[in-house]
């Protein structure tokens, strides 16, 4: 079940572990909140185990675009040392209609940040190369609140 729980950390942008220079280069920032609706974990074996998941998503933001709501789905693979590798991807829509889809990762870190780019969308958000941070605020039962930053170009 602790694993399962680290699915909803994800969310949003839905990394890499973040240093203080990434922030630096933010021209975007929010933040999202995620309620988990399903997840399947699978002992693989020898202590690997694999979580899928889907949750609820809705992000925020003052000077972006990166006002949505949305569903994710992914997966988190925990190995015999408690490393946890997650990997996903969103897909959001707007009040206006526009829409637009990210993926996102977290490298066998804690889980609870990781990088996320944006891979389609529409409207506003066509033909941009957004990317970017994400990390965990809080996290409570199946809800998770967190931070994102990035370059909105």
Known sequence: MRV???????????????????FAADNCTG?????????????????????????????????SANNAMGTCSGYALTTPEGKTRLSGICARKT?????????????????????WKLVEGSGVFAGKAWAGWWKVDFSEGKMTNGSWGGTCN
Do not use: C
Not at 96 to 110: Q, R, Y
């Open 4 to 22: 399962s729980m680290r699915f909803a950390y994800v969310g949003v942008f839905s990394s890499f572990l973040i240093t203080p220079v990434a």
């Open 31 to 63: 933040h999202f909140h995620n309620v988990s609706q399903t997840s399947d974990t699978v002992e693989i074996g020898k202590g690997f185990t694999l979580t899928t998941f889907v949750f609820n998503s809705l992000t925020s933001s003052d000077n």
């Open 95 to 115: 009040k206006n209609g526009d829409n637009w889809a990210d993926t996102w990762v977290s490298d066998a870190g804690p889980g609870d940040r990781g990088t």
